[in-house]
């Protein structure tokens, strides 16, 4: 009786046991299987957090060289504008279209520089001398503003017209340089005609 009592009890004692040892590998395996599913998910939020950071730092990237290409373009339209407004502020329409012309002429032929800024501000040395291609920018008018502002308004309304929409005069498309008729430089160029005060020439 009493080894029936303590087998009985062994067996308890087994079964128990082994009940222990299932509920032991059942949660171990339910943490597993959460944890991995919890882990895959984490990894894909993570991968997609990932690459939405990736999207946007290319936006960024590209608004930025937006940004920047706008802003070289409003300064050389800034540079055009005043060329016409220093040149040729009290000139017809038709003047003020021409000085812009010649400026851009000059871009277009490569020889006076790369941007329009270039062109307006480009300096050449003659024996010891310093001439620039437009007088206004050795006169210190360079570095202040315009006064006039309703001459310098319709001054950047022809600077826009000519560099963003591709105005031009006809008559002016190898024009590469002008002087006021009241100075008379002797050059050695081919005539394309006068407007208001300008006598304009090509090679």
Known sequence: MASYAISNLCYR???GTIGIVIFGLSLFFTVFAVYGITDTKIRNLMYH???QNQKLKQADAVRAQEQAALAEKLKQLECLAKNIYWEA?????????AVAQ???NRLESGRYGKT???VVFQRTKVYETVICQFSWTCTGKSRIQPMN???FKESEEIAKRVYFENYRLPHMTKAMYFHNTTVRP??????????????????
């Open 116 to 118: 329009i800024c270039q």
């Open 49 to 51: 957090e990932s690459i």
């Open 102 to 104: 010649v400026t851009m």
């Open 149 to 151: 502002q309703k001459l």
């Open 186 to 203: 002797g050059w050695n160029k081919v005539r394309v005609t006068q407007i208001g005060q300008h006598i304009f020439y090509r090679d």
């Open 13 to 15: 004692g087994v079964i």
């Open 89 to 97: 502020a009290h000139e017809p329409y038709e003047g003020k279209v």
